[in-house]
Each structure stands twice: as C-alpha cells, then as structure tokens.
C-alpha cells in the first residue's frame, strides 16, 4: 500500500504546478540600465572625493535623523524600513537640506545631462545604513518592496549607488548576478564581482539589476570603539517605486531634516572635484586567468545568497582598503544549490521551476556535518552547473522524497538523479566522495546509468 504521505504528496506537487504555471506567466523581472540607450552605463564605478565637506557634515546629521525615523516603525509588510522618493525632471522641487542637495550633486556625477533621459530616470530613492562596524548585509536586490510585497514580482532600479560616510566595517560585494524570474539568478554562480571597501567620501555606482550585500568576513580594520558604518544609498529609477516603503518626505519628517541640515540648502548645486577611483583587477580576464581552485593559499570566504543558501568562494583579502574587479571560475566559486525542505513551499517551488534534471544530495543532521558534504558535493557537480537544479536534501524534512527516489536512510549521505521529464530515477551506490559523484554525474550525461527500479 502507498504511503498516505506519498500520495497526499503527489496531490499537491500536480495542484502546485498548475498554479506556479500560473504565477509563472503573470511573474516578471524588470529594471536595470535601459539596453537601448546610446550611451551605456558601467557596470561598476568609484569616486574618491566625491561630495563637499558642507555637504557631508549634512548628511551625518540626515543619518542619524533617519535611524531614528526608520527605527520607529511604520507598520510596513515583513517589517521592511521606509525609503525616501526626491522626484526628478517633472515634479522637482528645489533641495531643502542636505540629502536633497546630495542627490542633485550626484544626479550631474552618476546621470549627467541626457543620459538621465536615455536611461529613463523619473527619481532618486534615498535612505541611510547606520551599522555596528561588524554587520554584515544579506545579499539581495535593491527592489521595489511594495510591488514585491503585493504584486509578487521583482521591480529593480537602473543603477544603485553606495556613498561611504565614515572609513569603517566591510566592503560592498555586488557580483555580475541578476534575476531571471524572481527565483532563478543568471549566471548561477557569480563569475565577476566588484568589492568596494568604505573610504570617506568614496561614491560607487553599480548596475540596479545586481545581487549584492555587505560581507563581514572580508573586513580590514578594527575601527575604534563605538564607531558606526555609515553610508548614503541612491537608487536611480526608470519607474516610480509604490508606496508605503518609498514615498516623499511628509511635512512632519521634512521638518526633521531641514532642522538638521536646512543651512546646507543654501549653498550652490555645483562640484567638479571629484576623482574616478579605477578598480584593481585581480584574475580577470582570459579564462585561464580568473583565480582557481589550484590557489590553495586563498581562503574560502562562506556567504549566503537569498533564501540563506550557502556559497564559497576565494579572494586574496587584501591588505589597504581599495576597490577591486574579481573573476572566478572552477570551483574557486561554489554555491548554487538549494536544500530541500517538502514543508516549505519555496523550497517546492524552486523545485519545479525547471525541467531539468534534479541532483540531490541526501543527508542526516544527526550523523553528518553538512558544510564539508556541500562543498565536496558542489565541487564535484561545478561542471555541470548549468545543466541540474542541484539540491541538499536532510532527511526529517524530506522522508518522502527518499522514499519516492528509493534512498535507504541508512545508506547516507546518498546521492540521487531525477529526470523529471521522463520520470527516471538514478541513485548512486557505494561510498560517497567527490571522484565517485563527479563519474555518477558524467555517466548520467553520457547515458551510461541505468535507472533504478524505485
């Protein structure tokens, strides 16, 4: 007799696919740079020397007027902290203090003359990062959270930008990553990043359409005590975000600002003594120059992509903070894989997203330490990245799973095949390790396996 479990499961994986085909062909992903533009945007820029003296002693004291705002609370979905909207061209009003006059002076940096209308831009969504000098930031897309929230699909900006308040705490890391569908990143694995470590009045920009975050484990310094890593974030927009998270100032909260830094309304829109700041390239270029796995002296630095899944990757952690152009290949990155949890139902959805063939890797929590297992799992699958949706897979939450794919739980960690197109079920024998996966995976494309009898 079929297992209840089985076939409730069953029941649900044929309701839940119905409905994702659904959602999949409502879903969308739009911002970034426009394509079409005659002058394109760089991917990555920086700016030492960015905004004047008078201006930035403004924005220390907008900062600290903004944690407090945000801190309140409005009451916004998923606990979400407000951002502010300064509109541009149709609707601008002249700067009332010192982040208003900042926008103005980076628009003519980041977005000079005609290239803010080829590029579409209707405004600047603005807001502060005040931080203890050891947090780091998740990766994410900066997105429009009210369209995320309630419309469920990814509404991106065209360009970011990051300005360093204060020489403290980590670098930014935003990788040559961007949404296909809201589920699927492309390239699945990063293959160049630029890291930009905080440098007073330091001024990067970055493509709006890239995963990015801040990574604590690459930090240089250990900044005095009671220091905070401060910066002013810009996001220049094709579209104008929704309300509740990003919308102009009210009366109330104007008032706040202009008593901080109203003074600095005054002064004229104008500053041309900023520096571009070129990048160091580290291993970019030729294939055969990007760093690799051969350089066992680089560490391996761990971070999480969204939902917490967890990635390596090498870098040569440098010793000045600096701006660098990283490129990888080999299984000197590693990540793109998901862990499976049939009680989740993003877990699910990003199981049937594609046709492609599904890899699992089965495990038990209680007798296995999971990190090393990942890495030697993605080490051995790192060629054929592109080809799988790749997942872990822990046995409490994916009993039926195991039992579907014919997976003993006492035979774990076990990896298994799933063909979901032609319902063929593959499951590898014998002692887990790299060599012996990595022949499983190649005898698989190579139609050499025979399918099990599950």
Request: proline residues 6%.
């Amino acid at each position: 007799t079929m297992n209840f479990r089985v076939v409730l499961l069953r029941v649900f994986v044929v309701l839940f696919l119905a409905v994702a085909e659904e959602f999949a062909l409502a879903a969308s992903v739009t911002g970034g740079p426009n394509l079409n533009a005659e002058t394109k945007l760089p991917l990555f820029t920086s700016k030492l020397n960015a905004l004047p003296d008078d201006v930035l002693d403004g924005l220390l004291l907008d900062a600290w007027v903004h944690d407090g705002i945000a801190k309140a609370g409005l009451g916004l979905k998923h606990s979400k902290l407000p951002t502010n909207w300064f509109p541009l061209g149709k609707g601008e009003r002249k700067p009332r203090f010192a982040s208003e006059v900042a926008i103005k002076l980076l628009q003519e940096m980041d977005i000079p003359g005609d290239i803010m209308t080829q590029h579409n831009i209707k405004g600047a969504e603005w807001w502060f990062q005040v931080r203890g000098k050891g947090d780091s930031i998740d990766f994410h897309y900066d997105k429009d959270e009210a369209v995320a929230s309630n419309e469920m699909r990814l509404s991106l900006p065209a360009l970011g930008s990051v300005t360093y308040l204060t020489p403290f705490g980590a670098p930014t890391v935003v990788f040559n990553q961007t949404s296909v569908d809201g589920n699927v990143n492309s390239p699945v694995l990063p293959e160049e990043g630029g890291v930009f470590y905080p440098v007073f009045n330091k001024h990067i920009t970055f493509h709006g359409n890239l995963m990015h975050g801040v990574l604590n484990d690459l930090t240089l310094d250990n900044p005095p005590k009671g220091e905070s890593r401060i910066t002013f974030l810009v996001n220049w927009w094709g579209t104008v975000p929704k309300p509740p998270n990003c919308k102009q100032l009210s009366v109330e909260h104007s008032a706040l600002f202009i008593d901080a830094s109203g003074s600095i309304a005054k002064r004229k829109l104008e500053w041309n003594k900023w520096i571009s700041n070129d990048l160091t390239t580290i291993a970019v270029g030729d294939e055969e120059n990007r760093i690799d796995d051969e350089e066992d002296d680089l560490p391996m630095i761990r971070y999480l992509l969204p939902p917490k899944e967890p990635y390596w990757m090498k870098f040569p952690v440098p010793e000045i903070a600096d701006d660098f152009l990283v490129g990888w290949k080999g299984t000197s990155m590693l990540g793109g894989v998901d862990e499976l949890d049939l009680f989740n139902g993003d877990s699910i959805n990003r199981v049937f997203a594609s046709q492609k063939p599904k890899i699992f890797l089965f495990y038990d929590n209680d007798k296995h330490v999971v990190d090393p297992l990942r890495v030697i799992f993605m080490k051995a699958i790192r060629p054929f990245y592109e080809d799988f949706l790749a997942f872990t897979a822990e046995k409490k939450v994916t009993l039926d799973a195991m039992e579907q794919l014919g997976v003993d739980e006492h035979s774990l960690p076990a990896v298994c095949i799933h063909d979901t197109v032609t319902d063929k079920k593959y499951l590898m024998r014998g002692m887990f390790s790299e060599k012996k996966t990595r022949v499983f995976v190649t005898d698989f494309w190579n139609g050499l396996l025979t399918p099990s009898t599950k």
